[in-house]
């Protein structure tokens, strides 16, 4: 991996991707009823808590990156925020192509950001709304870290899949799911396009 400008420091657009990849995410299984505004906020609530807890636990580095695959993988729509990242290649990946894609980027994502946690140790998340948007909805929060002024992170909940999930960060205008999928398409490219490699390359990352 290249060297991290920042010093290994946590940036605003690296916690994006800690609270999605942390995040990141949170499922409940489907209610009776349609998911409402109160449902989204009470679940980033849970997350928002869960997040804290972890990142205040006092546990290893590495210790932390099981616990934020775990939460990862119960609370986010892991399929799409893989199939968005992977971008067009998707529609050209085998069922089992993606399925590995799958594992070996939640895995990738939660090492990724797993290893900034302790930078963030002392910081907090806060949920402060939530409305709806078009077909889903937006939890709106404000993070803070040690050293920085608050930001907005703004969740958004969905219960398409068949169970109320993460699938999106938006922080001070910066779409995760773009972001994500600008990067796992350069590593895509570096491999000439080749699903299998890539999945290979981000075990190693």
């Known amino acids: 991996m290249q060297n991290d400008p920042t010093g290994g420091r946590i940036s605003r ?3 994006t991707s800690i609270a999605l ?3 990141a995410a949170f ?10 505004v109160d449902d989204a906020r009470g679940l980033i609530d849970k997350a928002v808590a869960d ?3 972890i990142i205040g636990s006092g546990k290893s580095e590495g210790q932390m990156y099981g616990d934020f695959e775990r939460l990862f993988v119960k609370y986010a729509d892991v399929p799409v925020i893989a199939r968005s990242a992977l971008g067009p290649a998707a529609r050209q990946a085998s069922a089992g192509q993606l399925s590995a894609f799958t ?7 939660s090492r990724k950001y797993g290893r900034r946690f302790r930078e963030f140790i002392g910081g907090r998340i806060e949920v402060t709304d939530a409305r709806p948007i078009k077909s889903y909805f937006e939890v709106i929060s404000v993070a ?4 920085e002024a608050p930001f ?3 969740w958004h909940v969905s219960d398409k899949s068949g169970r109320n999930l993460f699938f999106n960060i938006i922080i001070e205008g910066v779409n995760m799911l773009a972001s994500e999928r600008t990067e796992i398409g350069a590593l895509l490219d570096k491999n000439k396009g080749d699903i299998d490699r890539l999945v290979a390359e981000l075990k190693t990352i």
């Open 103 to 109: 594992k070996a980027y939640q895995g990738y994502l």
């Open 21 to 23: 990849a942390a995040s």
């Open 13 to 15: 657009r690296s916690f």
């Open 51 to 53: 997040v804290n807890r």
């Open 144 to 147: 803070y870290l040690q050293g």
């Open 27 to 36: 499922g409940m299984p489907l209610p009776v009823f349609a998911l409402t």
């Open 152 to 154: 907005d992170l703004r």
